[in-house]
């Protein structure tokens, strides 16, 4: 069965369904669960640490967008972190890894994820950038993971804030990317 690295981030911020989206999953598939702080260097660490001790063939780093904003998945993660000073005004940039490259590619299937939920009724996009925070960091993390570990896929889906009545909806949405991502891990593992 593959093993599905699922993470979000602590439901400390307004809009945020990502940790429950987590908590809903968990159980339903062989999933290993992980909720991330909201802090950038944190995130990455712990990502890091928890995909090097359970060797998922799969990482979905959660994230989220606005209320009115569509799905958003991600293509790629940048090398960049934004140093907040306060009151929207950043102090510097620095470099995620120093030695690493300015930015890496998905390797989620994100144009057969945006096609099947689009084809759903879902309002999708592809995206290529998750900000230059935490959920970025978060996501370029696990495309550092995916690139020294042939054969496992990674990547980032970005959820909008819904009520208690549209939860179901997003969670539906997860897990057909879910299973877009299981279809590549099972195509690689059973060549023709």
Sequence with gaps: MTRIMLAGFDAKADGNITQKLV???DGRHEVVPLILPQEAQGARALLKEVA???APDIIVTLGFV?????IAVERLGVNLLDVAQGDDQYASAELLDADGPTARLATLPWRDIVHQLSGEGYAVRASLSAE???QNAALYAALEYTHDHEGTIGGMIRFP????????GQLRA???????ADRVIWAANHPE
């Design 66 to 70: 606005g209320a009115e904003q569509p």
């Design 52 to 54: 090097d001790n359970t």
């Design 23 to 25: 908590e809903a999953l």
């Design 132 to 134: 230059a925070e935490f």
């Design 174 to 180: 997860l897990e057909i990317a879910l299973y877009e």
């Design 161 to 168: 804030s819904v009520g208690e009545d549209e939860f179901e």
